[in-house]
Nanobody
Framework: QVQVVELGGGLVQAGGSLRLSCALSGPAFSTWWMGWFRRAPGKEREFIAAISWSGTTTYYADSAEGRFTISRDNGKNTVHLQMDSLKPQDTAVYYC????????????????WGQGTQVTVSS
C-alpha cells in the first residue's frame, strides 16, 4: 500500500522561505514521478512542480519558476519543495502527488495524494 505524507507547511512573511517535504511509503520510491500541487481558497487545484524518478527532469508552473525548486532523495524516499521569495498569493494547501508516469500539469487526479499541508504567507 502506498502512502504519501506532506510535512513542512506553516506561516511565513512575504519574501521568506519554506521547505516542504513529502515522504512516500511503498515499493520502489525511485520508480515514481513526484509532483506538487496547491489549492488556494476558492480556486482550482494548480500544478506547481514535478520531478522524474531519476531526478534528471524537472518542470515548473510559471508561477513557481525561478522561486521554487523541487528535488528528491531516493535514499530517503523523500521529495522536497524549496520555496523562496514567497508571496501572499502562494497561500494555499500544498499537495504531494506520486505517479508511475510523468505528472500531468492538468491532473485528472490519478496516482497517490497526500492530505496536504497548509502554507500561509502574510503580507
Amino acid at each position: 500500500q502506498v502512502q504519501v505524507v506532506e510535512l513542512g507547511g506553516g506561516l511565513v512573511q512575504a519574501g521568506g522561505s519554506l521547505r516542504l517535504s513529502c515522504a512516500l511509503s511503498g515499493p520502489a520510491f525511485s520508480t515514481w514521478w513526484m509532483g506538487w500541487f496547491r489549492r488556494a481558497p476558492g480556486k482550482e487545484r494548480e500544478f506547481i512542480a514535478a520531478i522524474s524518478w531519476s531526478g534528471t527532469t524537472t518542470y515548473y508552473a510559471d508561477s513557481a519558476e525561478g522561486r521554487f525548486t523541487i528535488s528528491r532523495d531516493n535514499g530517503k524516499n523523500t521529495v522536497h519543495l524549496q520555496m523562496d521569495s514567497l508571496k501572499p498569493q502562494d497561500t494555499a494547501v500544498y499537495y504531494c502527488n506520486a505517479d508511475r508516469y510523468p505528472i500531468l500539469t492538468v491532473t485528472d487526479g490519478r496516482g497517490y495524494w497526500g492530505q496536504g499541508t497548509q502554507v500561509t504567507v502574510s503580507s
